[in-house]
T-cell receptor, first 119, second 114 residues
């Protein structure tokens, strides 16, 4: 089954304790990204990756890191979490917009979300 | 800059009522337009999309038409069901230097009561 998986689904942590949220897709997608969802703000992009070893900042990258060492995985790292990073996080993947038939019409496939609470 | 504006919710309707959720956008160039739906406790999933002006996207009884002249992509359904209760996100997407920039609206929560 084609899917995007995230772990953990729920996480409670304390300020300053490093954490990693994993994301994996089995669709051989080149493009992956992380979003956070907050009430009244919709989804805002944190980081994205166009392929292995190619990552760049989205709209709200402060306080986050990512890596893309393998095509299928795109972990999100919070080196020193703070309460303002309490949010619902989604990983997404899609075919590259620059692929053979790619374009801005490519559908994004989302993971089930990770709800993070930073105390 | 790029933006998507949706009507605020929650929208509460009785079963079999007509649904309209308004969406307007600003974007550079010619974006593709999407509606995503988020059921409780789940991630977003594509509901429908349109890739050029005057295209109509449709799925599960929902429809939306890409109106370039009014920069709108309103979502409609003739007869809603309780199972349609969810949050609906309008979004647009364009490419820039190999990067697919997707901009989401803030979401509109729909509650359908029996």
């Amino acid at each position: 089954e084609a899917q995007v998986t995230q772990n953990p689904r729920y996480l409670i942590t304390v300020t300053g304790k490093k954490l990693t949220v994993t994301c994996s897709q089995n669709m051989n997608h080149e493009y992956m990204s992380w979003y956070r969802q907050d009430p009244g703000l919709g989804l805002r992009q944190i980081y994205y990756s166009m392929n292995v070893e190619v990552t760049d900042k989205g709209d709200v990258p402060e306080g986050y890191k990512v890596s893309r060492k393998e095509k299928r995985n795109f972990p999100l790292i919070l080196e020193s979490p703070s309460p303002n990073q309490t949010s619902l996080y989604f990983c997404a993947s899609s075919l590259s917009p620059e692929g053979l038939a790619g374009g801005p019409w490519e559908t994004q496939y989302f993971g089930p979300g990770t709800r993070l609470l930073v105390l | 800059g790029d933006s998507v504006t949706q009507m605020e919710g929650p929208v509460t309707l009785s079963e079999e009522a007509f649904l309209t959720i308004n969406c307007t956008y600003t974007a550079t160039g010619y974006p593709s337009l999407f509606w995503y739906v988020q059921y409780p406790g789940e991630g977003l999933q594509l509901l429908l999309k349109a890739t050029k002006a005057d295209d109509k996207g449709s799925n599960k009884g929902f429809e939306a038409t890409y109106r370039k002249e009014t920069t709108s992509f309103h979502l409609e359904k003739g007869s809603v069901q309780v199972s349609d209760s969810a949050v609906y996100f309008c979004a647009h997407s364009r490419t820039s230097g190999g990067y697919q920039k997707v901009t989401f609206g803030t979401g509109t929560k729909l509650q359908v009561i029996p």
